[in-house]
């Protein structure tokens, strides 16, 4: 309904907005000088903005201009007004030049902060100016919370040399933050090791589930770890 819009390479990114009948109303593009991938996930806070998250390769334009980042794999996130207009724009990259990272999962409370989750390998992940950790080897855990513009508040990392994903996350009524994802070896979110309850099998690590809470603030309230779950993940 409103035309067609253009990729600039093999795939770029995109909101559209339909009414409740499913007329179109606009959309809103995300350039890259590379690939972007998906648009991962999107929500919509009490002001009807819209906030969404991608992964992408190259420098990212969310139509005011490039914003670069270090790193192989990047993510990308955006706040949308109810109109579609651009409110801001940024990316989480890497300290070094082959680094991944992936934003998976984000929610909104009623003061317009935002929380996400997801993962990163094969360096520090830097965004906003706070870099961090890497254990090496395998994926580990990022956990956030932004102010409405964009802001960096607070940024955890979690995890040890082998898999830990941030797959999921929530806020019960209280404004507390939910956490789920999946994970190899131990992971402490502050309460003490997770340990991984699924057996080896010749050399295989099998993945565990866990469900952490936290308070508003990402202080730790209670994990727990769930398994054996006979099946591998990469």
Do not use: C
Not at 35 to 57: C, E, F, M, P, W
Not at 80 to 105: E, M, P
Not at 135 to 145: E, I, K, N, P, S
Not at 202 to 210: A, E, K
């Amino acid at each position: 309904g409103g035309g067609k819009f253009a990729s600039t390479v093999s795939s770029d990114g995109y909101v559209v907005k339909y009414d409740k009948d499913g007329k179109y109303l606009w959309h809103h593009s995300v350039t890259t000088t590379n690939v972007t991938y998906s648009n991962q996930r999107l929500t919509v806070d009490t002001s009807d903005n819209i906030v969404a998250l991608g992964v992408h390769k190259g420098d990212v334009d969310f139509g005011a201009g490039p914003v670069t980042a270090i790193g192989d794999t990047r993510s990308w996130l955006m706040k949308l007004d109810k109109a579609g207009k651009l409110v801001w724009g940024s990316a989480i990259g890497s300290s070094k030049s082959d680094g991944y990272s992936q934003a998976v999962a984000l929610v909104t409370n009623p003061q317009g902060q935002i929380y996400v989750t997801g993962l990163f390998i094969d360096g520090e992940m830097v965004f906003d100016g706070q870099t961090f950790n890497y254990a090496g080897f395998a994926q580990d855990v990022f956990l956030m919370r932004l102010d409405p513009m964009g802001k960096l508040e607070i940024g955890k990392r979690y995890g040890d040399f082998l898999s830990q994903y941030g797959d999921g996350i929530a806020l019960d009524p209280a404004g507390n933050v939910w956490l789920s994802g999946t994970f190899n070896g131990s992971l402490n979110f502050g309460g003490g090791d997770l340990p991984n309850l699924s057996d080896q099998n010749q050399g295989v690590v099998f993945t565990d589930v866990y469900v952490a809470k936290f308070d508003k603030d990402l202080k730790h309230i209670a994990s727990k770890a769930y398994g054996p779950f006979n099946a591998p993940r990469l």
